[in-house]
């Protein structure tokens, strides 16, 4: 069965691209929104794999929509990109249960490597329950 992944970022470019990376790469079922509420929904309707989110948006910032969903499901790897990256906010990110935090710009081998990484342990965390 292919795995879904959920992207939220306030950049659409950034979520086109994303899709179009992943989708010509995976048989992954990619969802995209700009929206976080949205993104949490999606991730209780279709018992998503990988959560992806942007640090920085306007609605609700990356950390806080981490907490949020670990407070729904803790067993979703949450992947944190920014461009904006410093320590202090990666290590804010580990520490809050972030399964890995990607610096924009990335490269299509990271994300798909990062993403293989995520579903390999969500795999782990289904097959332990």
Do not use: C, H, V, W
């Given at each position: 069965m292919s795995a879904t992944i959920i992207i939220i970022d306030d950049e659409t470019?950034?979520?086109?691209?994303?899709?179009?990376?992943?989708?010509?790469?995976?048989?992954?079922t990619i969802l995209t929104t700009t929206d976080p509420q949205q993104a949490l929904e999606w991730c209780r309707e279709y018992q998503a794999d990988v959560l992806i989110s942007d640090l920085r948006m306007?609605?609700?910032e990356g950390i806080e929509l981490l907490k949020?969903?670990?407070?729904?499901d803790?067993?979703?790897?949450?992947?944190?990109?920014?461009?904006?990256?410093?320590?202090e906010s990666a290590v804010e990110a580990m520490r809050q249960g972030a399964?890995?935090?990607?610096?924009?710009?990335?490269r299509?081998?990271?994300?798909?490597?990062?993403?293989?990484?995520?579903?390999?342990?969500?795999?782990?965390?289904?097959?332990?329950?």
């Open positions: 470019d950034l979520l086109d691209l994303l899709k179009l990376i992943l989708t010509e790469k995976t048989d992954y306007p609605q609700i949020l969903l670990k407070q729904q803790d067993s979703i790897p949450f992947i944190i990109m920014t461009a904006y990256g410093t320590i399964f890995d935090y990607i610096t924009k710009p990335f299509k081998e990271q994300i798909l490597m990062t993403i293989n990484k995520a579903l390999d342990q969500r795999q782990e965390l289904k097959g332990g329950r």
